[in-house]
T-cell receptor
Framework: KNEVEQSPQNLTAQEGEFITINCSYSVGISALHWLQQHPGGGIVSLFM???GKKKHGRLIATINIQEKHSSLHITASHPRDSAVYIC???????????FGTGTSLTVIP | DADVTQTPRNRITKTGKRIMLECSQTKGHDRMYWYRQDPGLGLRLIYY???????NKGEISDGYSVSRQAQAKFSLSLESAIPNQTALYFC???????????FGQGTRLTVV
């Protein structure tokens, strides 16, 4: 069983739609990351969360530590948002990272 | 310039060949990691290093070795490449006491 589970695995949306990607984890963490991987392969960190909510432009990330759950929201989605979004957690013991399998998002014009 | 640089970005090699993937960072971080990514799987940890004298195996270290030549450099070697090592490889860095991680652009390795 993976320590980090993401849903959905694949998501297709029309431009302008509100998108939610979910992440659940089963271990104690010091932080949770949302990462973006474009078709070229490179990975970019979007957010690092340890509590509450963060917003950057059209992206919003929330985390509920008690429920061990995080969500990434994209408002007014755009084709350039098409990418794989990866949830990763840093354990609070051992300091290693664990990764979800990613959510592949395609936004259609 | 990128904070974490991987070379090469793409490589095709033959079965049985030795190959080295290199990673360098300008963040001044003490911790460095090598991961591989396969379709349908999350990134999996190959090796990690918490400082120059500290090397640790990850969950899939068989067939790989690493060298931490300096705080800024962490190399991954495949001693005798095999086709199931075809994957996308990522180097990452982080700092002790800080949860943020930085990733390289990835190296796409194909073993034929």
């Amino acid at each position: 069983k993976n320590e980090v589970e993401q849903s959905p695995q694949n998501l297709t949306a029309q431009e302008g739609e509100f998108i939610t990607i979910n992440c659940s984890y089963s271990v104690g963490i010091s932080a949770l990351h949302w990462l973006q991987q474009h078709p070229g392969g490179g990975i970019v960190s979007l957010f690092m969360l340890s509590s509450g909510k963060k917003k950057h432009g059209r992206l919003i990330a929330t985390i509920n530590i008690q429920e061990k759950h995080s969500s990434l929201h994209i408002t007014a989605s755009h084709p350039r948002d098409s990418a794989v979004y990866i949830c990763a957690v840093r354990r609070n013991t051992g300091n290693q990272f664990y990764f979800g399998t990613g959510t592949s998002l395609t936004v259609i014009p | 310039d990128a904070d974490v640089t991987q070379t090469p970005r793409n490589r095709i090699t033959k079965t049985g060949k030795r190959i080295m993937l290199e990673c360098s960072q300008t963040k001044g971080h003490d911790r460095m990691y090598w991961y591989r990514q396969d379709p349908g799987l999350g990134l999996r940890l190959i090796y990690y290093s918490f400082d120059v004298k500290d090397i640790n195996k990850g969950e899939i270290s068989d067939g790989y070795s690493v060298s931490r030549q300096a705080q800024a450099k962490f190399s991954l070697s495949l001693e005798s490449a095999i086709p199931n090592q075809t994957a996308l490889y990522f180097c990452a860095t982080s700092d002790t006491g800080r949860a943020e991680a930085f990733f390289g652009q990835g190296t796409r390795l194909t073993v034929v």
